[in-house]
Protein backbone atom coordinates (compact mmCIF):
# COMPACT_ATOMS: atom_id res chain seq x y z
CA UNK A 1 0.00 0.00 0.00
CA UNK A 2 2.73 2.28 0.93
CA UNK A 3 4.67 1.33 -2.26
CA UNK A 4 1.87 1.96 -4.00
CA UNK A 5 1.11 5.28 -2.82
CA UNK A 6 4.89 6.45 -3.27
CA UNK A 7 4.63 5.28 -6.77
CA UNK A 8 1.26 7.55 -7.15
CA UNK A 9 3.51 10.62 -5.69
CA UNK A 10 6.18 9.94 -7.74
CA UNK A 11 5.10 9.46 -11.04
CA UNK A 12 2.69 12.33 -10.22
CA UNK A 13 5.80 14.96 -10.11
CA UNK A 14 7.94 12.81 -13.10
CA UNK A 15 4.98 12.75 -15.67
CA UNK A 16 4.01 16.93 -14.78
CA UNK A 17 0.90 16.28 -12.90
CA UNK A 18 1.60 17.70 -9.34
CA UNK A 19 4.47 19.51 -8.04
CA UNK A 20 5.62 20.49 -4.21
CA UNK A 21 4.44 24.43 -3.70
CA UNK A 22 8.09 26.27 -4.24
CA UNK A 23 9.91 23.57 -4.34
CA UNK A 24 13.34 25.24 -4.81
CA UNK A 25 12.91 26.32 -1.21
CA UNK A 26 11.97 23.14 -0.05
CA UNK A 27 8.65 23.04 -0.24
CA UNK A 28 5.61 24.21 1.77
CA UNK A 29 3.87 21.80 3.73
CA UNK A 30 0.36 20.64 2.47
CA UNK A 31 0.52 23.12 -0.55
CA UNK A 32 0.89 22.05 -4.21
CA UNK A 33 0.91 22.95 -7.17
CA UNK A 34 -0.66 21.63 -10.63
CA UNK A 35 2.09 21.11 -13.27
CA UNK A 36 1.34 21.16 -17.27
CA UNK A 37 -0.59 18.08 -17.48
CA UNK A 38 -2.63 18.47 -13.85
CA UNK A 39 -4.02 21.62 -14.92
CA UNK A 40 -5.43 19.89 -17.61
CA UNK A 41 -6.49 17.04 -15.75
CA UNK A 42 -8.03 19.21 -12.80
CA UNK A 43 -9.58 21.14 -15.71
CA UNK A 44 -11.33 18.52 -17.09
CA UNK A 45 -12.23 16.90 -13.66
CA UNK A 46 -14.10 20.40 -13.08
CA UNK A 47 -15.65 20.74 -16.29
CA UNK A 48 -17.22 16.89 -15.67
CA UNK A 49 -18.31 17.52 -12.63
CA UNK A 50 -19.81 21.23 -14.10
CA UNK A 51 -21.65 19.76 -17.27
CA UNK A 52 -23.10 16.97 -14.95
CA UNK A 53 -24.81 19.37 -12.44
CA UNK A 54 -25.00 22.61 -13.90
CA UNK A 55 -25.39 22.34 -17.90
CA UNK A 56 -26.95 18.87 -17.19
CA UNK A 57 -30.01 20.39 -14.97
CA UNK A 58 -32.38 22.95 -16.19
CA UNK A 59 -33.04 23.58 -12.27
CA UNK A 60 -29.34 24.58 -10.79
CA UNK A 61 -27.21 27.42 -12.09
CA UNK A 62 -23.30 27.81 -11.30
CA UNK A 63 -21.73 31.13 -9.65
CA UNK A 64 -18.45 31.87 -8.79
CA UNK A 65 -18.48 34.16 -5.59
CA UNK A 66 -15.56 35.74 -3.97
CA UNK A 67 -13.04 34.24 -2.01
CA UNK A 68 -13.14 37.15 0.50
CA UNK A 69 -17.06 37.85 2.40
CA UNK A 70 -17.60 40.16 5.21
CA UNK A 71 -16.60 38.41 8.76
CA UNK A 72 -19.90 38.44 9.95
CA UNK A 73 -20.73 35.76 7.34
CA UNK A 74 -18.18 33.27 9.65
CA UNK A 75 -19.96 34.34 12.91
CA UNK A 76 -23.31 33.27 11.42
CA UNK A 77 -22.23 30.00 9.78
CA UNK A 78 -20.23 28.74 12.95
CA UNK A 79 -16.87 28.81 11.76
CA UNK A 80 -15.70 31.53 14.37
CA UNK A 81 -16.81 29.37 16.94
CA UNK A 82 -16.76 25.93 15.97
CA UNK A 83 -14.62 25.07 13.18
CA UNK A 84 -11.98 23.78 15.49
CA UNK A 85 -9.96 20.57 15.58
CA UNK A 86 -8.35 19.17 18.83
CA UNK A 87 -4.74 20.24 18.92
CA UNK A 88 -1.92 18.97 21.76
CA UNK A 89 1.94 20.63 21.79
CA UNK A 90 4.64 18.51 23.05
CA UNK A 91 6.75 20.58 25.32
CA UNK A 92 10.16 18.52 24.66
CA UNK A 93 10.23 18.84 20.77
CA UNK A 94 7.92 21.86 20.23
CA UNK A 95 5.94 19.98 17.62
CA UNK A 96 2.23 20.20 17.57
CA UNK A 97 -0.38 17.43 16.69
CA UNK A 98 -3.81 16.80 16.09
CA UNK A 99 -5.48 14.99 19.29
CA UNK A 100 -7.35 12.68 17.65
CA UNK A 101 -5.14 12.01 14.70
CA UNK A 102 -2.59 10.76 17.50
CA UNK A 103 -5.51 8.34 18.75
CA UNK A 104 -6.80 7.39 15.74
CA UNK A 105 -3.32 6.08 14.92
CA UNK A 106 -3.23 4.69 18.05
CA UNK A 107 -5.87 2.69 16.85
CA UNK A 108 -4.70 1.90 13.55
CA UNK A 109 -1.44 -0.18 15.28
CA UNK A 110 -3.98 -2.51 16.92
CA UNK A 111 -5.54 -3.06 13.37
CA UNK A 112 -2.24 -3.47 12.03
CA UNK A 113 -1.61 -6.15 14.73
CA UNK A 114 -4.94 -7.82 14.38
CA UNK A 115 -4.21 -8.75 10.92
CA UNK A 116 -0.48 -9.72 11.55
CA UNK A 117 -1.96 -12.32 14.55
CA UNK A 118 -4.83 -13.22 11.41
CA UNK A 119 -1.64 -14.02 9.22
CA UNK A 120 0.64 -15.60 11.78
CA UNK A 121 -2.43 -18.05 12.30
CA UNK A 122 -3.38 -18.62 8.88
CA UNK A 123 -0.24 -20.12 8.33
CA UNK A 124 0.18 -22.05 11.44
CA UNK A 125 -3.32 -23.84 11.39
CA UNK A 126 -2.28 -24.39 7.06
CA UNK A 127 0.09 -27.08 8.64
CA UNK A 128 -1.89 -28.45 11.47
CA UNK A 129 -4.96 -26.88 13.59
CA UNK A 130 -4.07 -26.75 18.03
CA UNK A 131 -7.65 -25.76 19.40
CA UNK A 132 -6.20 -24.01 21.90
CA UNK A 133 -3.93 -22.05 19.91
CA UNK A 134 -6.75 -20.88 17.82
CA UNK A 135 -9.18 -19.62 21.37
CA UNK A 136 -6.06 -17.75 22.38
CA UNK A 137 -5.28 -16.00 19.54
CA UNK A 138 -9.07 -15.64 18.79
CA UNK A 139 -9.05 -13.83 22.22
CA UNK A 140 -6.35 -11.76 21.16
CA UNK A 141 -7.64 -10.63 18.59
CA UNK A 142 -11.07 -9.87 20.32
CA UNK A 143 -9.42 -7.99 22.99
CA UNK A 144 -7.88 -5.64 20.31
CA UNK A 145 -10.72 -5.01 18.69
CA UNK A 146 -12.78 -4.30 21.80
CA UNK A 147 -9.79 -1.75 22.84
CA UNK A 148 -10.09 -0.06 19.10
CA UNK A 149 -14.06 0.41 19.53
CA UNK A 150 -13.90 1.55 23.13
CA UNK A 151 -10.98 4.37 22.59
CA UNK A 152 -12.61 6.04 19.29
CA UNK A 153 -16.16 5.95 20.83
CA UNK A 154 -14.53 7.30 24.12
CA UNK A 155 -12.97 9.85 21.69
CA UNK A 156 -15.39 11.01 19.72
CA UNK A 157 -18.21 11.30 22.48
CA UNK A 158 -15.41 13.56 24.61
CA UNK A 159 -14.92 15.65 21.21
CA UNK A 160 -18.59 16.11 21.15
CA UNK A 161 -19.18 17.34 24.17
CA UNK A 162 -15.24 19.81 23.94
CA UNK A 163 -14.32 17.39 27.31
CA UNK A 164 -11.05 18.49 25.89
CA UNK A 165 -9.50 17.31 29.07
CA UNK A 166 -10.95 13.41 28.80
CA UNK A 167 -9.38 13.64 25.25
CA UNK A 168 -5.76 14.07 27.57
CA UNK A 169 -6.63 11.73 29.47
CA UNK A 170 -7.26 9.25 27.06
CA UNK A 171 -4.26 9.78 25.54
CA UNK A 172 -2.04 9.81 28.96
CA UNK A 173 -3.93 5.93 29.55
CA UNK A 174 -3.38 4.54 26.31
CA UNK A 175 0.28 5.82 26.98
CA UNK A 176 0.91 7.39 23.03
CA UNK A 177 3.68 8.83 22.94
CA UNK A 178 5.24 11.72 20.29
CA UNK A 179 5.61 9.77 16.91
CA UNK A 180 8.99 11.79 16.74
CA UNK A 181 10.44 11.53 19.80
CA UNK A 182 8.79 9.04 21.91
CA UNK A 183 8.50 11.70 24.55
CA UNK A 184 4.95 11.91 26.45
CA UNK A 185 5.82 15.65 27.72
CA UNK A 186 2.23 16.82 26.21
CA UNK A 187 0.70 20.05 27.26
CA UNK A 188 -3.10 20.68 27.34
CA UNK A 189 -5.52 19.52 24.72
CA UNK A 190 -6.45 22.84 23.13
CA UNK A 191 -9.18 23.60 19.96
CA UNK A 192 -7.52 25.00 17.17
CA UNK A 193 -9.40 27.14 14.71
CA UNK A 194 -8.51 25.92 11.02
CA UNK A 195 -9.67 29.46 9.31
CA UNK A 196 -6.91 31.21 8.23
CA UNK A 197 -7.07 35.04 8.89
CA UNK A 198 -6.00 38.04 6.99
CA UNK A 199 -6.63 41.96 7.03
CA UNK A 200 -8.07 44.04 4.76
CA UNK A 201 -7.09 47.84 5.08
CA UNK A 202 -3.89 50.13 4.88
CA UNK A 203 -3.81 51.39 8.14
CA UNK A 204 -3.11 48.99 11.23
CA UNK A 205 -5.74 50.86 13.22
CA UNK A 206 -8.85 51.13 10.76
CA UNK A 207 -8.02 47.27 9.01
CA UNK A 208 -10.92 44.86 9.37
CA UNK A 209 -10.03 40.91 9.97
CA UNK A 210 -11.14 38.91 7.00
CA UNK A 211 -10.79 35.38 6.93
CA UNK A 212 -10.02 33.18 3.47
CA UNK A 213 -13.10 31.18 3.53
CA UNK A 214 -12.74 27.19 4.74
CA UNK A 215 -15.55 26.27 2.10
CA UNK A 216 -17.25 27.43 -0.82
CA UNK A 217 -20.76 27.08 0.89
CA UNK A 218 -21.55 30.03 2.47
CA UNK A 219 -21.11 32.24 -1.08
CA UNK A 220 -23.86 30.69 -1.90
CA UNK A 221 -26.06 30.59 0.69
CA UNK A 222 -25.33 34.87 1.10
CA UNK A 223 -26.13 34.69 -2.53
CA UNK A 224 -29.64 32.66 -2.12
CA UNK A 225 -32.11 35.07 -3.09
CA UNK A 226 -29.92 37.40 -5.38
CA UNK A 227 -29.94 34.25 -7.80
CA UNK A 228 -33.78 32.86 -7.11
CA UNK A 229 -34.54 36.67 -8.18
CA UNK A 230 -32.20 37.76 -11.28
CA UNK A 231 -32.59 34.15 -12.11
CA UNK A 232 -36.67 33.58 -11.39
CA UNK A 233 -35.88 30.30 -9.82
CA UNK A 234 -38.38 28.25 -8.74
CA UNK A 235 -37.89 25.98 -5.89
CA UNK A 236 -36.61 22.91 -6.15
CA UNK A 237 -33.12 24.62 -7.73
CA UNK A 238 -29.57 24.27 -7.16
CA UNK A 239 -26.78 26.75 -6.69
CA UNK A 240 -23.24 25.06 -7.81
CA UNK A 241 -20.13 26.83 -7.90
CA UNK A 242 -16.58 25.80 -7.77
CA UNK A 243 -13.50 27.27 -5.79
CA UNK A 244 -10.46 27.55 -3.81
CA UNK A 245 -10.90 26.76 0.04
CA UNK A 246 -8.62 26.99 3.08
CA UNK A 247 -7.61 25.18 5.94
CA UNK A 248 -4.84 25.76 8.17
CA UNK A 249 -4.84 21.55 9.02
CA UNK A 250 -2.97 20.39 11.62
CA UNK A 251 -2.09 17.45 10.23
CA UNK A 252 -0.77 17.86 6.72
CA UNK A 253 -0.22 14.18 5.17
CA UNK A 254 -1.37 11.98 2.53
CA UNK A 255 0.09 13.82 -0.56
CA UNK A 256 -2.88 15.97 -2.12
CA UNK A 257 -5.50 14.59 -0.29
CA UNK A 258 -5.45 16.80 2.91
CA UNK A 259 -4.29 20.38 1.84
CA UNK A 260 -4.52 24.11 3.11
CA UNK A 261 -5.51 25.74 -0.15
CA UNK A 262 -7.68 23.25 -1.80
CA UNK A 263 -10.51 23.19 -4.57
CA UNK A 264 -14.57 22.38 -3.89
CA UNK A 265 -16.74 21.98 -6.09
CA UNK A 266 -20.24 22.28 -4.05
CA UNK A 267 -24.04 22.28 -5.08
CA UNK A 268 -26.66 23.57 -2.47
CA UNK A 269 -29.92 22.49 -3.22
CA UNK A 270 -32.84 24.53 -2.41
CA UNK A 271 -36.24 22.53 -1.27
CA UNK A 272 -39.85 22.45 0.53
CA UNK A 273 -39.19 21.88 4.12
CA UNK A 274 -40.42 18.11 5.09
CA UNK A 275 -39.27 16.90 1.51
CA UNK A 276 -35.74 16.78 2.71
CA UNK A 277 -35.82 13.18 3.44
CA UNK A 278 -36.79 11.96 -0.76
CA UNK A 279 -34.61 14.90 -2.23
CA UNK A 280 -31.66 13.19 0.29
CA UNK A 281 -32.24 9.77 -1.48
CA UNK A 282 -32.01 11.28 -5.26
CA UNK A 283 -28.68 13.01 -4.61
CA UNK A 284 -26.81 10.07 -2.65
CA UNK A 285 -28.16 8.17 -5.95
CA UNK A 286 -26.92 10.75 -8.32
CA UNK A 287 -23.62 11.58 -7.09
CA UNK A 288 -23.07 8.15 -6.74
CA UNK A 289 -24.02 7.46 -10.54
CA UNK A 290 -21.77 10.21 -11.25
CA UNK A 291 -18.79 8.62 -9.49
CA UNK A 292 -19.54 5.18 -11.72
CA UNK A 293 -19.92 6.96 -14.99
CA UNK A 294 -16.20 7.61 -15.02
CA UNK A 295 -15.57 3.63 -15.15
CA UNK A 296 -13.24 3.33 -12.24
CA UNK A 297 -14.57 -0.20 -10.39
CA UNK A 298 -17.69 0.05 -8.43
CA UNK A 299 -16.06 -2.11 -5.34
CA UNK A 300 -13.95 1.20 -5.00
CA UNK A 301 -16.79 3.00 -3.59
CA UNK A 302 -19.08 2.77 -0.82
CA UNK A 303 -21.21 5.12 1.21
CA UNK A 304 -20.61 5.64 4.82
CA UNK A 305 -23.67 6.87 6.72
CA UNK A 306 -23.25 9.69 9.35
CA UNK A 307 -24.57 8.00 13.10
CA UNK A 308 -23.22 11.42 14.58
CA UNK A 309 -24.90 14.43 12.93
CA UNK A 310 -23.47 17.75 13.00
CA UNK A 311 -25.76 20.23 14.82
CA UNK A 312 -27.50 21.56 11.49
CA UNK A 313 -27.90 18.19 9.69
CA UNK A 314 -30.55 15.82 9.61
CA UNK A 315 -28.74 13.19 8.00
CA UNK A 316 -25.69 12.89 5.87
CA UNK A 317 -23.32 10.43 4.12
CA UNK A 318 -20.00 10.44 2.81
CA UNK A 319 -18.85 9.03 -0.56
CA UNK A 320 -15.88 6.92 0.44
CA UNK A 321 -13.22 6.10 -2.27
CA UNK A 322 -10.70 3.37 -1.68
CA UNK A 323 -7.82 5.76 -1.91
CA UNK A 324 -3.66 3.70 -1.95
CA UNK A 325 -4.33 3.84 2.18
CA UNK A 326 -7.76 2.99 2.50
CA UNK A 327 -11.38 3.47 2.26
CA UNK A 328 -11.51 7.50 2.84
CA UNK A 329 -13.94 10.46 2.42
CA UNK A 330 -13.80 12.14 -1.31
CA UNK A 331 -17.79 13.12 -1.32
CA UNK A 332 -20.41 14.83 1.14
CA UNK A 333 -23.88 14.47 0.98
CA UNK A 334 -25.75 17.04 3.95
CA UNK A 335 -29.26 17.53 4.62
CA UNK A 336 -28.55 21.17 6.04
CA UNK A 337 -32.28 21.77 7.06
CA UNK A 338 -32.92 25.89 7.00
CA UNK A 339 -29.72 26.07 9.45
CA UNK A 340 -27.57 27.98 7.21
CA UNK A 341 -29.98 30.23 5.46
CA UNK A 342 -31.50 31.07 9.23
CA UNK A 343 -28.54 32.13 10.57
CA UNK A 344 -27.68 34.66 8.03
CA UNK A 345 -31.45 36.07 8.62
CA UNK A 346 -30.49 36.30 12.26
CA UNK A 347 -27.06 38.14 12.13
CA UNK A 348 -27.70 40.02 8.23
CA UNK A 349 -31.22 41.13 9.66
CA UNK A 350 -32.64 40.69 6.17
CA UNK A 351 -34.97 37.57 5.42
CA UNK A 352 -34.25 34.61 2.85
CA UNK A 353 -37.31 33.24 2.12
CA UNK A 354 -39.45 32.44 -0.54
CA UNK A 355 -42.87 32.60 -2.03
CA UNK A 356 -44.41 29.77 -2.70
CA UNK A 357 -46.80 30.27 -5.55
CA UNK A 358 -48.86 27.24 -5.28
CA UNK A 359 -48.94 27.13 -1.70
CA UNK A 360 -49.51 31.41 -1.70
CA UNK A 361 -46.86 31.05 1.54
CA UNK A 362 -43.30 32.06 2.76
CA UNK A 363 -40.65 30.11 4.07
CA UNK A 364 -37.16 29.67 4.61
CA UNK A 365 -35.93 26.33 2.33
CA UNK A 366 -34.01 23.46 3.44
CA UNK A 367 -31.25 22.36 2.29
CA UNK A 368 -29.38 19.67 0.53
CA UNK A 369 -25.40 19.81 0.52
CA UNK A 370 -23.18 17.61 -2.19
CA UNK A 371 -19.62 18.74 -1.74
CA UNK A 372 -16.47 17.37 -3.32
CA UNK A 373 -12.70 18.41 -3.18
CA UNK A 374 -11.61 18.65 -6.41
CA UNK A 375 -7.81 17.58 -5.47
CA UNK A 376 -9.47 14.79 -3.80
CA UNK A 377 -11.27 13.63 -6.75
CA UNK A 378 -7.77 14.23 -8.68
CA UNK A 379 -5.99 11.79 -6.40
CA UNK A 380 -8.63 9.46 -6.44
CA UNK A 381 -8.64 9.07 -10.96
CA UNK A 382 -5.03 9.36 -10.61
CA UNK A 383 -4.19 6.76 -8.31
CA UNK A 384 -6.81 4.22 -9.25
CA UNK A 385 -5.26 4.58 -12.69
CA UNK A 386 -2.00 4.12 -12.19
CA UNK A 387 -0.96 0.59 -13.28
CA UNK A 388 2.04 -2.04 -14.24
CA UNK A 389 1.21 -4.89 -16.54
CA UNK A 390 3.21 -7.38 -16.97
CA UNK A 391 3.25 -8.11 -20.78
CA UNK A 392 3.54 -11.57 -22.90
CA UNK A 393 7.22 -10.70 -23.72
CA UNK A 394 7.83 -10.96 -20.01
CA UNK A 395 8.44 -6.56 -19.84
CA UNK A 396 6.43 -4.81 -17.64
CA UNK A 397 4.62 -1.10 -18.56
CA UNK A 398 3.37 1.36 -16.89
CA UNK A 399 -0.05 2.90 -17.88
CA UNK A 400 -2.27 5.52 -16.73
CA UNK A 401 -5.50 4.22 -17.07
CA UNK A 402 -7.21 7.48 -17.25
CA UNK A 403 -10.99 7.74 -18.18
CA UNK A 404 -10.67 9.19 -21.63
CA UNK A 405 -13.26 11.58 -21.14
CA UNK A 406 -10.38 13.59 -18.25
CA UNK A 407 -7.13 12.67 -19.99
CA UNK A 408 -5.09 16.00 -20.40
CA UNK A 409 -3.70 15.06 -23.90
CA UNK A 410 -6.35 13.10 -25.78
CA UNK A 411 -4.01 11.99 -28.75
CA UNK A 412 -0.34 12.15 -29.48
CA UNK A 413 0.39 12.31 -33.39
CA UNK A 414 3.93 10.60 -33.87
CA UNK A 415 5.96 10.38 -37.42
CA UNK A 416 7.50 7.10 -37.72
CA UNK A 417 10.82 8.55 -38.68
CA UNK A 418 11.77 12.44 -39.03
CA UNK A 419 12.16 12.39 -42.60
CA UNK A 420 10.49 11.13 -45.69
CA UNK A 421 7.39 14.01 -45.49
CA UNK A 422 6.23 12.12 -42.31
CA UNK A 423 6.32 15.15 -39.95
CA UNK A 424 4.82 17.27 -42.16
CA UNK A 425 1.96 15.30 -42.60
CA UNK A 426 1.93 14.74 -38.82
CA UNK A 427 2.00 18.14 -38.00
CA UNK A 428 -0.67 19.20 -40.25
CA UNK A 429 -2.79 16.25 -38.33
CA UNK A 430 -1.85 18.20 -35.06
CA UNK A 431 -2.99 21.40 -36.44
CA UNK A 432 -6.62 19.49 -38.10
CA UNK A 433 -7.60 17.81 -34.07
CA UNK A 434 -6.42 20.89 -31.86
CA UNK A 435 -9.78 22.50 -33.13
CA UNK A 436 -11.26 19.54 -30.64
CA UNK A 437 -9.13 18.16 -28.87
CA UNK A 438 -5.42 18.66 -26.67
CA UNK A 439 -3.19 16.94 -28.77
CA UNK A 440 0.58 16.37 -28.58
CA UNK A 441 3.19 15.63 -31.34
CA UNK A 442 5.98 13.77 -30.33
CA UNK A 443 8.88 12.50 -32.68
CA UNK A 444 12.11 11.58 -30.59
CA UNK A 445 12.71 8.39 -30.05
CA UNK A 446 11.73 4.73 -31.59
CA UNK A 447 8.14 4.35 -31.73
CA UNK A 448 8.17 2.06 -29.33
CA UNK A 449 9.44 4.32 -26.40
CA UNK A 450 7.10 6.86 -27.32
CA UNK A 451 4.37 4.14 -27.26
CA UNK A 452 5.66 3.37 -23.57
CA UNK A 453 6.11 7.30 -22.66
CA UNK A 454 2.46 8.08 -23.89
CA UNK A 455 0.99 5.13 -21.98
CA UNK A 456 2.31 6.20 -18.40
CA UNK A 457 1.31 9.69 -19.64
CA UNK A 458 -2.57 8.29 -19.68
CA UNK A 459 -2.84 10.24 -23.61
CA UNK A 460 -5.87 7.32 -24.82
CA UNK A 461 -4.68 7.34 -28.36
CA UNK A 462 -1.07 7.23 -30.70
CA UNK A 463 -1.38 8.06 -33.87
CA UNK A 464 1.68 6.97 -36.42
CA UNK A 465 1.88 8.34 -39.62
CA UNK A 466 4.41 5.55 -41.74
CA UNK A 467 5.33 5.54 -45.27
CA UNK A 468 1.82 3.89 -46.37
CA UNK A 469 0.29 7.27 -45.12
CA UNK A 470 1.93 8.65 -48.46
CA UNK A 471 0.27 6.62 -50.49
CA UNK A 472 -3.32 5.92 -48.94
CA UNK A 473 -3.95 8.92 -46.42
CA UNK A 474 -4.17 5.89 -43.91
CA UNK A 475 -2.58 6.24 -40.53
CA UNK A 476 -2.09 3.80 -37.41
CA UNK A 477 -4.33 4.25 -34.16
CA UNK A 478 -3.40 2.28 -31.14
CA UNK A 479 -5.31 1.96 -27.96
CA UNK A 480 -3.69 2.58 -24.67
CA UNK A 481 -5.65 -0.02 -22.70
CA UNK A 482 -5.61 -2.82 -25.38
CA UNK A 483 -2.84 -1.99 -27.15
CA UNK A 484 -4.42 -2.48 -29.91
CA UNK A 485 -3.53 -1.43 -33.81
CA UNK A 486 -6.10 -0.24 -36.24
CA UNK A 487 -5.65 1.12 -40.07
CA UNK A 488 -7.86 3.98 -40.69
CA UNK A 489 -8.42 7.16 -42.85
CA UNK A 490 -7.10 10.51 -41.63
CA UNK A 491 -10.31 11.79 -42.46
CA UNK A 492 -12.01 9.80 -39.88
CA UNK A 493 -9.85 10.44 -36.93
CA UNK A 494 -11.84 13.18 -35.56
CA UNK A 495 -14.72 11.18 -35.04
CA UNK A 496 -13.11 7.90 -34.12
CA UNK A 497 -11.80 10.16 -30.82
CA UNK A 498 -14.79 12.15 -30.69
CA UNK A 499 -16.56 8.77 -29.69
CA UNK A 500 -13.87 7.82 -26.70
CA UNK A 501 -13.05 11.34 -25.05
CA UNK A 502 -17.09 12.63 -25.59
CA UNK A 503 -19.25 12.66 -22.67
P1 LIG B 1 -12.24 15.57 6.45
O1 LIG B 1 -13.10 14.89 7.47
O2 LIG B 1 -11.49 14.64 5.55
O3 LIG B 1 -11.39 16.67 7.02
P2 LIG B 1 -14.48 17.26 6.04
O4 LIG B 1 -15.58 16.38 6.50
O5 LIG B 1 -13.96 18.33 6.92
O6 LIG B 1 -13.25 16.36 5.51
P3 LIG B 1 -16.10 18.86 4.32
O7 LIG B 1 -16.00 20.05 5.18
O8 LIG B 1 -17.40 18.10 4.28
O9 LIG B 1 -14.88 17.87 4.65
O10 LIG B 1 -15.65 19.28 2.85
C1 LIG B 1 -16.19 18.66 1.68
C2 LIG B 1 -15.14 18.02 0.83
O11 LIG B 1 -14.02 18.89 0.65
C3 LIG B 1 -14.54 16.75 1.43
O12 LIG B 1 -15.34 15.64 1.13
C4 LIG B 1 -13.19 16.68 0.76
O13 LIG B 1 -13.30 16.04 -0.50
C5 LIG B 1 -12.82 18.13 0.54
N1 LIG B 1 -11.84 18.57 1.54
C6 LIG B 1 -12.07 18.98 2.81
N2 LIG B 1 -10.94 19.33 3.42
C7 LIG B 1 -9.93 19.16 2.52
C8 LIG B 1 -8.52 19.37 2.53
N3 LIG B 1 -7.91 19.85 3.61
N4 LIG B 1 -7.81 19.08 1.42
C9 LIG B 1 -8.43 18.62 0.31
N5 LIG B 1 -9.75 18.41 0.23
C10 LIG B 1 -10.51 18.67 1.31
Redesign the pocket.
Known amino acids: QDDQFKKVISHAKEYGYVFQSSEIYDGLSAVYDYAQNGAELKKNIRDYWWKAMVQMHDNIVGIDAAIFMHPTTWKASGHVDAFNDPLIDNKDSKKRYRADVLIEDYCAKLEAKIDKEVDKAAKRFGDAFNKAEFISTNQRVLGYQEKIDTTLSRMAKSLEKEDLADVKALIEELEIADPLTGSRNWTDVKQFNLMFGTKLGASAENAMDLYLRP?TAQGIFVNFLNVQKSGRMKIPFGIAQTGK?F?N?IVARQF?????E?E?MEMQFFIKPGTQAEWFEHWKETRMKWHLSLGMGEDNYRFHDHEKLAHYADAAT?IEFKFPFGF?????I?SRTDFDLKQHEEYSGKKLQYFDHEDNASYTPYVLET???L???FLAVFSNSLVEEELDNNTTRTVLKLPAVLAPVKAAILPLVKKDGLPEIAKQIVDDLKWDFNVDYDEKDAVGRRYRRQDANGTPFCITVDHDTLEDNTVTIRHRDTMEQQRVKISDLRDLIKQEVDV
Do not use: N, P, Y
Open positions: EAREIFRMRFQDKELEGHSIGDRM
